[in-house]
């Protein structure tokens, strides 16, 4: 009885049709094909994007330059007599080209002034846009910073 | 299968007749089915492998010595690229690694919380494998069901961590942050539903006639053969050796866990293909019980600012995706390590090709290639 | 040699071939849109969906692209052949629709009613059995003339594993032959008319046989092992430009011409189910025609779909495991399967 079983399963391709449902299942699923660029996905609040750099609190102690493994920042303090009423740097270069994303910048900074945004678009046709020094230094007040409120609503666009 | 065929190998007498020779064929750097640049140069008698030599270092970047160009903190994030599939548990290796040179206590809650992302990042890691295997084999649909599977996974991570793939995940000493407002739900729904997926994946493949006639039988390794040539992880398993870093040498609380090792019998592709897949439902049990069992407490342990290891060496060895991970670090007390080896998983397995392949065809080469699960970060370093 | 043999001998069929082949062309591209969309419907994900609305413009876009290529000739191939192997491919392919019936006729020009039929030959199936084995010879010499080691490989495979498949299919054909009696297409079509479910009933076992054969024939998952893209790459990996689009081109019109033919020899062809169609074509001819065509094109979508889904969802199998399905399996059902038709003819059919 049993051999009978397996021979008919044998030869009616009983298991290979039991995988055609499976992907016939999936044919009539809802595709998970995400649309952008037309519909630009919502990154969660951790996501680490681009730098940005709030230099009017940064207090040019340079502890994230010595923590980035590629170098990517050089912060230039003001001159001593400046240093000793206004912290702010004289120059900060950073270099989001060789940014590995790695965070390790943002954990020893003492202001919060770096910190890593939502912003993942970076590609550039040249790449000396990706040099930012304190005039380009993007840290825009307006630019709202993604709110967390639980993965089901970071996917909202969905 | 491979006896009944006229004997045309290079010692037989019908060879003079027929002048067939050995063909040496060159499995390409360049090959959709290599799992990245590595090449094999294949030696052939007709459709039989009878050698294979496999040259690798393409893609070799000097990882370990660019380790020593930098300090111990600044060198963490270097090690997500070595098994870029796996990269969190890399990073668990060389934090360990650290850690157990500084003698570094890391709180439960942090051990908690790393197996918690470990265990999401093998089942992230497995996935893959299982698509690209399938891909080989000729499962093209395989493929996309895992990497859509995978997105979910990434999607906690991108929450948790930061990043997706190379999220550089833990500072020495413990974890940087807790699981955010919301995610344990969001991986709570993962986990209900993962166990169908994979049954749909098992109804695809593993009764599959199709599958079972390709992988059964294909790439032998006895489990003598298997300990010699030094295999671990679901190679070795699949032979049958019950040898797991987590049950053997248990780290960051495993032990409080439970859960089983799958074991295959015959040590050929199929035995490790569903080795595999069982480790990703054991992995799914691992998760649930060390959310269920959270503790409270401290994320980091104890750790200066600038880590100046005292002088001495330290070995530590984690069970990664692709089988058993160690890193060997040499302090000599200053800031930068004097030097940082990798004891890597998939360039060891690796050695194990040409028992595996002899004997066999040349479409089994690839379904090999795919079943001992390589990662050329890794291989190459 | 006048006006009405002009018509009936050189105009009709001169126009009968101009409207098969824009169709015919036309179907075989939106093939490769097809299959590009519906495998990832399979895949949980959209098909090409850029170019144009639901990407119709894609065949389009893929044809330029293929065009404007640089047309490479590797140092260690032989020009001359390597040139020509496609059109070996090519050729037989597209040849195989002329001898399809469509409908049933109903235009007259010229005192002579033409059948929606190129050539309506005693021996159509034959034809297209004989133009199939000379597709084996593009990928022969397309694989040896490339002059590098994986092609070579590639097309024995391909040339071996296609000569296996051959002999069953054409015994599967052999025996709707035998139930039908001719091998003019518009005969076993009216022979199917009088039975329930066409020829799936009396043939099931050549249905199989055939079905299997068919996929192997053209190179299909689960037997496309020649051009396997993730090992030895095929036949046709020297090859670029238009010169890869006239074999990929080829490889879809195969899985048309046998869907349609599986179609015609096993689903009734142009016969419109649940419906008589002796009378209708009586009360209206053009209608039948017209309807004949479209369940045509239907039972051969849904041939399509299948070479597609089962593309989707199984692996490969290995060239040794091939072959033994081919002439250890295959073969021997095959044979058995004749006897069945013979049996069926002699005791059901009269």
């Known amino acids: ?158 | 299968m491979a006896a009944d065929r006229t004997d045309l190998s290079v010692t037989s007498p019908l060879r003079e007749v027929l002048e067939s020779r050995e063909v040496e064929l060159n499995l390409g750097p360049q090959h959709p089915a290599t799992h990245g640049v590595y090449r094999a140069i294949v030696r052939l008698d007709g459709e039989k492998v009878v050698g294979i030599k496999s040259v690798i270092g393409y893609l070799h970047r000097g990882i370990e010595k660019w380790a020593e160009y930098r300090t111990w903190t600044q060198a963490t994030p270097i090690f997500d690229r070595l098994d870029y599939l796996g990269a969190v548990l890399n990073c668990h290796g060389y934090v360990g690694a650290v850690e157990k040179i500084l003698g570094v206590e890391v709180p439960k809650k942090a051990q908690y919380i790393r197996v918690v992302l470990d265990e999401l990042q093998r089942i992230a890691s497995h996935l893959l494998w299982l698509g690209t295997h399938g891909l080989d084999v000729g499962a093209q649909s395989v493929l996309f069901y895992a990497v859509r599977e995978r997105e979910a996974i990434m999607d906690l991570f991108e929450a948790m961590l930061g990043q997706r793939l190379l999220p550089n995940a833990y500072p020495i000493g413990g974890v940087r942050f807790d699981f955010p407002r919301g995610w344990v739900p969001v991986c709570r729904k993962f986990l209900a539903e993962f166990p169908k997926k994979v049954d749909d994946y098992e109804t695809l493949l593993t009764t599959n006639r199709i599958w079972v006639q390709r992988t059964k039988g294909v790439g032998v390794v006895s489990a003598e053969e298997a300990v010699a040539l030094s295999l671990s992880g679901p190679t070795l398993r699949g032979s049958g050796v019950n040898f797991d870093v987590r049950k053997a040498i248990p780290y960051s609380s495993y032990e409080d866990f439970d859960f089983e090792v799958p074991l295959g019998q015959n040590g050929d592709v199929y035995d490790r293909y569903l080795c595999r897949i069982r480790e990703m439902r054991q992995s799914v049990r691992i998760i649930q019980q060390a959310l269920d069992g959270m503790p409270e407490g401290e994320l980091k342990g104890k750790v200066g600012r600038i880590i100046r290891p005292p002088m001495g060496e330290a070995y530590f060895t984690v069970e990664a995706a692709k089988g058993q991970l160690g890193y060997y670090i040499v302090s000599d007390g200053a800031e930068k390590p004097w030097r940082v080896h990798v004891r890597a998983p998939s360039f060891i397995n690796l050695q194990g090709m040409e028992t595996m392949c002899k004997g066999g065809l040349i479409a089994d080469v690839v379904a090999v290639i795919g079943s001992i699960d390589i990662v050329l970060g890794e291989v190459d370093r | 040699m006048n006006f009405d043999w002009m018509t009936a001998h050189v105009g009709m069929p001169l126009l009968k071939i101009l409207i098969l082949l824009v169709p015919v062309f036309t179907v075989v591209a939106y093939m490769v849109w097809f299959e590009r969309r519906v495998l990832g419907f399979f895949q949980s994900r959209l098909g090409p969906n850029r170019v144009g609305p639901l990407g119709l413009i894609q065949p389009i876009a893929d044809g330029l692209k293929l065009l404007l290529k640089e047309d490479v000739v590797p140092a260690n191939a032989r020009p001359f052949l390597f040139k020509i192997a496609p059109i070996f491919s090519f050729f037989p392919a597209f040849v195989g629709f002329a001898v399809i019936t469509w409908a049933l006729p109903w235009v007259t020009a010229s005192g002579k009613t033409h059948g929606f039929v190129v050539a309506d030959v005693d021996l159509g199936l034959l034809v297209i059995l004989a133009l199939s084995s000379m597709g084996i010879f593009g990928i022969l010499l397309g694989g040896w003339s490339s002059g590098s080691k994986y092609p070579l490989f590639g097309s024995l495979r391909s040339a071996s594993q296609m000569l296996a498949y051959e002999v069953p299919l054409t015994f599967s054909v052999l025996s709707v032959f035998l139930l039908a009696g001719s091998f003019r297409m518009s005969d076993i079509v009216a022979a199917q008319q009088k039975l329930g479910w066409y020829f799936l009933f009396p043939g099931i076992v050549a249905f199989g046989v055939y079905l299997v054969a068919a996929v192997a024939e053209t190179n299909r998952t689960p037997f496309d092992l020649p051009e396997g893209e993730s090992e030895i790459i095929g036949f046709h990996t020297e090859y670029s430009g238009m010169r890869f689009a006239f074999y990929f081109v080829a490889e879809y019109a195969n899985v048309v011409l046998t869907s349609v033919l599986a179609a015609a020899l096993f689903l009734g062809g142009y016969d419109i189910p649940f419906v008589d169609d002796a009378a209708l074509y009586a009360a209206h001819p053009a209608l039948t025609s017209i309807l004949g065509v479209t369940a045509y094109a239907v039972k051969g979508a849904v041939f399509a779909f299948f070479f597609v889904w089962i593309r989707a969802t199984w692996p490969r199998y290995r060239y040794d495991q091939l072959l033994r399905i081919g002439w250890f399996v295959l073969f021997p059902l095959a044979l058995f399967n004749l006897l069945l038709a013979a049996l069926f003819r002699l005791w059901l059919l009269r």
């Open chain 1, 1 to 158: 009885m049993k051999a009978l079983a397996r021979f008919a399963k044998m030869v009616t391709f009983w298991e290979l049709a039991k995988g055609l449902g499976v992907t016939t299942k999936y044919l009539v699923k809802p595709k998970v094909t995400e649309l952008y660029p037309d519909k630009r996905p919502v990154l969660p609040y951790r996501t680490k994007g681009r730098l940005h750099v709030d230099v009017e609190t940064c207090i040019s102690c340079r502890m994230c330059e010595k923590a980035c493994p590629e170098g990517c920042i050089k912060v230039f303090p003001p001159p001593k007599e400046v240093f000793k009423t206004d912290k702010r740097p004289a120059e900060f270069l950073l270099n989001q080209e060789h940014c590995l994303h790695c965070g390790l910048c943002v954990d020893p900074c003492p202001t919060g002034s770096i910190h890593h945004s939502q912003e993942f678009e970076l590609v550039v046709f040249d790449y000396r846009e990706l040099l930012f020094d304190k005039e380009r230094l993007p840290y825009d007040l307006d630019q709202p910073r993604y709110r967390w409120n639980g993965l089901e609503n970071a996917r909202a666009e969905k």
